[in-house]
C-alpha cells in the first residue's frame, strides 16, 4: 500500500521526475534480465557440456544469478507496486532448494585431533581413505601396519577456520580455470601461499606433539613417515600421488611436516584431479598419517589383477629396493613376479626390464599375494596394496586401495590398422587403450601450455605431476616408468592409454609426427585412424561425479521454462516452478507496465519539448536518457534532427514515407472532444489534451498517438542486445461502425502477422507484439509499422466487406499506402 501512495503522490506532484524513475527502473530491470540469462546460460553450459569446474565457480555463478532475479523483483514491485504480492514467496522457495543443493558439507573442528591407525573406524570423515583403510588393515584384519597415528580431518577444519581461510580458499578456486595450466599453477600458488602461513592453533599443536612424543618413546631413535589422508582419497577414486608425504622425518621436525602435507591438498596436480572428479574442496579435508619408518631393504606393490588385461585370477608383485617413493612416481622400474595357476599350482614368474633387485623369496611372494586376497576379499574388489621388507625381513603393508581393471574398447572390437605400418612393438602396458594424435616430446615446465590437445606424450619417465597434461593428452609413451605407478594408476582412471618400458624407441619418434598408439598390444603406428568417439574421457567422468548431481537440481530449481504464453491463463505467478520462469514472468510484466503505464495514464501531463514536423500530428518529447542532442536541453521546439532515438527514427521514418499521404488533416482526441463539447468550451489546437506523448532514450521508445477516433499505443526496445528488442503495438478505437473497425483490425493484423509479430484481438483491442530480433530488423519492423499507421488511420471508414482485404495487404508490401480511395 505505501508503494502505491508514493507512487501516486509522485505522479501528482512532479510527473516529469516520476517518468524519469520509471525508465530508470525498468532499464535497470532490463540490465538484470541480461545478467540472469548470461548467467543461467553459464551455468547450462557447464552442466549440459559436462565441462569441469569447481562446485565454488558453480556456487558463485549462482548466487549472482539469484541476486539478479532478486532484483528483478524489486524493480517490477516498483514499477507495478502491490500487483505480483506472492511471486516474491516463489522466489524465496525456489531459491531455499537450489541453495540447500549447493551448501557445503558440515564443518566438523571437533576434538579429539588425533586417533590410533591400530583402532577400527566406520567411516573416513575423520580418518580420510588412507588412514581409514589402514585400520581396517590393523585392527579389523590383523594385518602387519606400521604404528602410528592418525592426524584428524577436524585438525585441518580447525586449522583453516582459526586462520579465517574458507573464504580465501574458495575465491581462488572459483576462478580456476583447469584448462589453462596457468591458471592452475596461479591457484596452487595462491592456496599453498595462504596454508603455508596459518598458524597452527595451540590445542592442535599439543595434542600432535603429545602424540608423536608418546610414539618416539616406544621407538626411540626412529624416523617418521608423515602421510596424505584425505576424504576420498583410495576411495573409489585413488588420488594416486596426487598429495604430498614425506620420509624420514625427525620427531622435532614433524609439525612443519605436518603443515606441508596440508599444502600438498593444493597442488595444480590434486586441484586438477578434484574438479575432473567433481568433489568438493570442503568434502575432501585433508587428514594426515604419522608412521613409524619402515628401514626397507624392499618396497612394492601387490596387486590382484592385471591392469593391461583386466585379468582379476592372476596377483603382480612389483618390488624395487630400498623405500618405493620411485617406483611410485615412475623413475624406476620395477621386478615383478606373476603368480598364476596352472594345472592347479600357483607359478611364479619373474620378469626385470630394469635393474635386477634383490628378490623376495617364494614364501615372501606367498605371504604378500595371501594377504592382498584376504583384503580383496573384505573389500569385494580388486586391490593394490603398498608394502615394505624391513632389513630385517619383517613384512609391512603401507596403503590399500582399489585397483581399476577395465577392459578396453579395442578388446572387444579390434580397430583395423592395417593401413598403417608399425613402427615398433616394445614396452609395458601401463593403461589400456588405443590413441591417435601428434607426437610431442615433453617441453621444458614452463612451455606445458604449448602442447596441443590431443597429443601422444612421449616423456623419460611418469611423475604423478604429469597428471595436470592428462585431460589434454590422446596417450602417453614414457621410456621408463612403471605400470605400477601413480601416474598409470590416475591414467588408467582417466581412459587415456600408456605405454611404458618403451626404451630406446622413444628417441626416434618426432614432434609433429603422427602416430596410433594401440596400448594393450605394446604397439605403435605410423599415421592415424578415425576413432570411434571416445565417451570415457576426463569430461564424462565429470559427468556422472557429485557435482553434476548437485549441478543437476540446482538446473532443475533455475532453467526449465514453463511459463511461456503470457496470454495463457497458467501465466501466473503460482505457476512458476523455476528462477527461469521467475524471470520470464518478471520481464513480461514489466514490459506490460511500461507499455500500459504510458504518459497518457498520468495525473498530470509531463511537459516535454514540442516536435514539430511535416506531420499534422501534435507530439511532446519526453527524453529519460540520450534521446534528444544535447543542444535541446533549454529549447520549446525540436525537430526530428534533434533525435537520437534509433526507434523513433525508425518510427518516423515509416510515418513520413512519401507515399503515406496525410493531406494535413488535424487529428484530435474524441473522448476529450466529447468532455469539451459536453462542458460547452472550445478545445484549441495547442491544447496538451490532444497531444501525443513520446517517452525515448537512446534505444527505447513508448509513445501514445492520436489518429482522429482511435488511437495507438507503441513500445520498443531497439538496441545492440538482440534479446532484449521487443515492439508492442497495442490498436483500439475508430470512428467507423462496427464492421469497419473489426475490418481495419484484421487488415492490420494481417500485414503484422506477415511481419513476424505475434497478434491478439479482443473485441475492438488488437495486441502485437514481436520479440528478440537484431537492431536491424526491429527498426526495420518499426518503418514498417510507422507506414501502416499511416495507411490505416481512416481505413475504417472505408472497409466493407472481408473480401477487399488480401488484395489491400497485398498492395501494401507493393508499397502502397494510401486505401482512402477504395
Not at 604430498?244 to 596440508?262: F, G
Amino acid at each position: 500500500m505505501l508503494d502505491i501512495l508514493k507512487q501516486f503522490s509522485e505522479q501528482l506532484i512532479s510527473p516529469d521526475l516520476f517518468i524519469r524513475k520509471r525508465y530508470a527502473t525498468f532499464q535497470q530491470l532490463l540490465d538484470c534480465d541480461r545478467r540472469c540469462h548470461r548467467l543461467l546460460a553459464d551455468l547450462e553450459d557447464i552442466y549440459y557440456n559436462t565441462r569441469p569446474v569447481d562446485i565454488n565457480q558453480i556456487r558463485s555463478l549462482y548466487r549472482d544469478f539469484s541476486a539478479d532475479v532478486l532484483a528483478m523483483l524489486n524493480c517490477l514491485t516498483k514499477l507495478a507496486p502491490g500487483r505480483y504480492k506472492n511471486l516474491i514467496d516463489y522466489y524465496k522457495k525456489i531459491d531455499f532448494y537450489a541453495r540447500f543443493a549447493l551448501a557445503p558439507p558440515p564443518c566438523d573442528i571437533n576434538r579429539p585431533y588425533t586417533l590410533p591407525v591400530a583402532a577400527s573406524h566406520a567411516d573416513d570423515r575423520r580418518t580420510g581413505g588412507k588412514g581409514l583403510h589402514l585400520s581396517h588393515l590393523a585392527g579389523n584384519l590383523g594385518l602387519p601396519v606400521p604404528d602410528g597415528f592418525i592426524i584428524s580431518t577436524s585438525a585441518f577444519n580447525a586449522l583453516l577456520e582459526s586462520n579465517n581461510l574458507r573464504a580465501k580458499i574458495n575465491r581462488e578456486l572459483a576462478r580456476t580455470d583447469i584448462h589453462s595450466l596457468t591458471s592452475l599453477q596461479e591457484t596452487a600458488n595462491a592456496l599453498t601461499a595462504l596454508v603455508g602461513a596459518a598458524k597452527i592453533p595451540a590445542d592442535l599443536e599439543q595434542e600432535i606433539n603429545t602424540a608423536v612424543s608418546t610414539l618416539a618413546a616406544q621407538y626411540p631413535g626412529q624416523k617418521f613417515a608423515v602421510r596424505s589422508s584425505a576424504v576420498g582419497e583410495d576411495s573409489s577414486l585413488s588420488f594416486a600421488g596426487q598429495y604430498c608425504s614425506l620420509l624420514n622425518i625427525e620427531k622435532d621436525s614433524l609439525l612443519t611436516a605436518y603443515r606441508q602435507v596440508l599444502v600438498g591438498k593444493y597442488t595444480p596436480e590434486a586441484i586438477l584431479y578434484r574438479i575432473i572428479n567433481g568433489l568438493d574442496d570442503e568434502e575432501t579435508p585433508m587428514a594426515v598419517i604419522v608412521l613409524v619408518m619402515v628401514e626397507a631393504r624392499l618396497s612394492g606393490v601387490v596387486a590382484t589383477g592385471n591392469p593391461a588385461t583386466a585379468d582379476d585370477t592372476t596377483i603382480l608383485v612389483h618390488s624395487v629396493r630400498g623405500l618405493g617413493d620411485t617406483l611410485m612416481a615412475g623413475q624406476e622400474s620395477a621386478t615383478t613376479q606373476e603368480l598364476h595357476q596352472v594345472d592347479g599350482s600357483t607359478v611364479i614368474t619373474r620378469h626385470s626390464p630394469g635393474r635386477v633387485a634383490e628378490e623376495l623369496s617364494d614364501e615372501q611372494i606367498h605371504a604378500l599375494a595371501g594377504w592382498a586376497q584376504q583384503i580383496t576379499a573384505y573389500y569385494g574388489i580388486p586391490q593394490e596394496i603398498e608394502w615394505s621388507c624391513d632389513t630385517g625381513d619383517t613384512m609391512y603393508l603401507l596403503q590399500a586401495r582399489r585397483l581399476l581393471l577395465e577392459r578396453s574398447k579395442t578388446e572387444t572390437k579390434e580397430p583395423d590398422l592395417s593401413q598403417l605400418s608399425l613402427l615398433f612393438q616394445s614396452g609395458a602396458t601401463a593403461a589400456p587403450g588405443i590413441g591417435c594424435g601428434p607426437v610431442c616430446h615433453l617441453p621444458a615446465p614452463d612451455q606445458l601450455q604449448t602442447i596441443a590437445n590431443g597429443s601422444i606424450l612421449v616423456c623419460d619417465v611418469t611423475p604423478p605431476s604429469l597428471v595436470t597434461l592428462l585431460p589434454r593428452l590422446a596417450g602417453v609413451i614414457a621410456r621408463y616408468g612403471s605400470t605400477a605407478d601413480h601416474f598409470s594408476s590416475v591414467a588408467r582412471e582417466f581412459r587415456i592409454p600408456v605405454l611404458v618400458q618403451a626404451g630406446e624407441h622413444c628417441l626416434h619418434l618426432t614432434n609433429g609426427e603422427p602416430l596410433t598408439l594401440w596400448a594393450e598390444k605394446q604397439s605403435v603406428f605410423r599415421g592415424t585412424v578415425k576413432l570411434a568417439d571416445d565417451t570415457s574421457g576426463p569430461n564424462q567422468r565429470t559427468g556422472k561425479s557429485p557435482l553434476f548431481n548437485t549441478l543437476k537440481m540446482v538446473i532443475d530449481f533455475t532453467s526449465p521454462l514453463a511459463l511461456i504464453d503470457p496470454a495463457s491463463s497458467d501465466f501466473r505467478p503460482e505457476n512458476c516452478r523455476s528462477l527461469h520462469d521467475i524471470i520470464r514472468f518478471s520481464h513480461e510484466k514489466a514490459v506490460q507496465a511500461m507499455f500500459i503505464h504510458s504518459t497518457d495514464s498520468l495525473l498530470r501531463k509531463p511537459k516535454g519539448v514540442q516536435l514539430q514536423s511535416d506531420i499534422p500530428l501534435q507530439m511532446h518529447i519526453i527524453d529519460v536518457g540520450g534521446g534528444l542532442m544535447r543542444d535541446t536541453v533549454d529549447r520549446e521546439k525540436i525537430t526530428m534532427a534533434d533525435i537520437r532515438c534509433l526507434p523513433l527514427k525508425a518510427l518516423w521514418q515509416g510515418l513520413s514515407h512519401s507515399q503515406v499521404h496525410w493531406r494535413d488533416r488535424a487529428h484530435f482526441d474524441w473522448q476529450s472532444y466529447d468532455s469539451i463539447a459536453l462542458a460547452g468550451g472550445v478545445a484549441t489546437k495547442g491544447d496538451a489534451s490532444l497531444a501525443s506523448f513520446c517517452l525515448i532514450s537512446t534505444e527505447y521508445l513508448n509513445v501514445n498517438m492520436r489518429f482522429g477516433y482511435h488511437f495507438t499505443l507503441l513500445d520498443s526496445l531497439c538496441g545492440e542486445t538482440s534479446d532484449e528488442n521487443y515492439i508492442l503495438l497495442r490498436f483500439a478505437g475508430g470512428g467507423g461502425n462496427s464492421l469497419g473497425k473489426d475490418l481495419r483490425l484484421l487488415f492490420i493484423a494481417k500485414v503484422l502477422t506477415k511481419l513476424n509479430f505475434t497478434c491478439e484481438q479482443t473485441g475492438e483491442l488488437l495486441d502485437a507484439r514481436l520479440m528478440r530480433y537484431d537492431k536491424n530488423i526491429t527498426a526495420a519492423r518499426l518503418d514498417q509499422v510507422g507506414r501502416l499507421l499511416g495507411a490505416v488511420r481512416l481505413l475504417d471508414m472505408v472497409l466493407t466487406h472481408e473480401h477487399m482485404i488480401e488484395p489491400m495487404v497485398d498492395a501494401f508490401f507493393q508499397g502502397k499506402y494510401d486505401f482512402s480511395n477504395e
